[in-house]
C-alpha cells in the first residue's frame, strides 16, 4: 500500500517565477491538505481540497493556488515566487467523512524542498 | 484550535522512557490533544491521539491530566530512531471534516547513546 508521494523532490527556481508541485494521497484517502515548513519552524497551513474544491483556506495570499484531480491526486501552484517562498512543501491525505477514531489521521508525505533564488 | 506550550529541547538516555510534557491550559472539551513528529528531512509521522482517558499504542503512551489542561507522551524505551521533533496538537474533531493541523515550533528530542 503506497503511503502519499510527492514530486519533485527538490526544486531551484528564480524570484518571479511560477512553480507546480504534486502529490499523490494515501490509497483509499479522498482528501488533500498542503502545508509550508520554513526552516525552524513547524508546518504551517496552507489549503485543503476535498472532491476537487477548496475547503479551508489558511492564511496565504492568492499567489498560492491549488488543485485536486478525480483521482485525488493535487497540485500546488505558486505564481512571482518570492525568496520568502522558500521552503519544504508538505502534502497530507485523509479520509474527509469519519468512519473510525484512526480515520481522523493526516498522512504526510516527505515533502518537496523548494529553494528560490 | 486551543494553543499549547512544550518545550523547546529535551534529552534522554537510551533505553529510557522519554517524557515530553505539554501544556494546553484553554483547551475546550471537545478537543482531542495529538501528537505528531518529524525525523530530520520528512513528513510528520503521526504517534497518537486522545480526548481525556490515557491512550496507548505501539509507539508510545498519552497521559492526560484530570482537568485536561496538559498531557504527556511517554515513549517507553526511547531509541535513537526516537530523535526527532515532537509537536503536541490540540484539535476539534466533527463527525464530517477532517480539519487542518496547527503545529508549533515542537520539542526537539535528542536520544543520547
Known amino acids: 500500500d503506497a503511503g502519499v508521494t510527492q514530486s519533485p523532490t527538490h526544486l531551484i527556481k528564480t524570484r518571479g517565477q511560477q512553480v507546480t508541485l504534486r502529490c499523490s494521497p494515501k490509497?483509499?484517502?479522498?482528501?488533500v491538505s498542503w502545508y509550508q515548513q520554513a526552516l525552524g519552524q513547524g508546518p504551517q497551513f496552507i489549503f485543503q481540497?476535498?472532491?476537487?474544491?477548496?475547503?479551508q483556506r489558511g492564511n496565504f495570499p492568492d499567489r498560492f493556488s491549488g488543485h485536486q484531480f478525480p483521482n485525488y491526486s493535487s497540485e500546488l501552484n505558486v505564481n512571482a515566487l518570492l525568496l520568502g517562498d522558500s521552503a519544504l512543501y508538505l502534502c497530507?491525505?485523509?479520509?474527509?467523512?469519519?468512519?473510525?477514531?484512526?480515520?481522523?489521521?493526516?498522512?504526510f508525505g516527505p515533502g518537496t524542498r523548494l529553494t528560490v533564488t | 484550535d486551543a494553543k499549547t506550550t512544550q518545550p523547546t529541547s529535551m534529552d534522554c538516555a537510551e533505553g529510557r522512557a522519554a517524557n515530553l510534557p505539554c501544556n494546553h491550559s484553554?483547551?475546550?472539551?471537545?478537543?482531542?490533544v495529538y501528537w505528531y513528529r518529524q525525523i530530520h528531512s520528512q513528513g510528520p509521522q503521526y504517534i497518537i491521539h486522545?480526548?481525556?482517558n490515557n491512550e496507548t499504542n505501539e509507539m508510545a503512551s498519552l497521559i492526560i491530566t484530570e482537568d485536561r489542561k496538559s498531557s504527556t507522551l511517554i515513549l517507553p524505551h526511547a531509541t535513537l530512531r526516537d530523535t526527532a521533533v515532537y509537536y503536541c496538537?490540540?484539535?476539534?474533531?466533527?463527525?464530517?471534516?477532517?480539519?487542518?493541523?496547527?503545529f508549533g515550533t515542537g520539542t526537539r528530542l535528542t536520544i543520547i547513546p
Open positions: 496538537i490540540v484539535r476539534f474533531l466533527s463527525n464530517f471534516g477532517n480539519e487542518k493541523l496547527t
Open positions: 486522545g480526548l481525556k
Open positions: 484553554t483547551i475546550s472539551g471537545n478537543e482531542y
Open positions: 497530507a491525505s485523509s479520509l474527509l467523512v469519519r468512519q473510525t477514531s484512526f480515520d481522523y489521521e493526516q498522512y
Open positions: 481540497y476535498y472532491e476537487e474544491e477548496e475547503r
Open positions: 490509497s483509499g484517502h479522498d482528501t
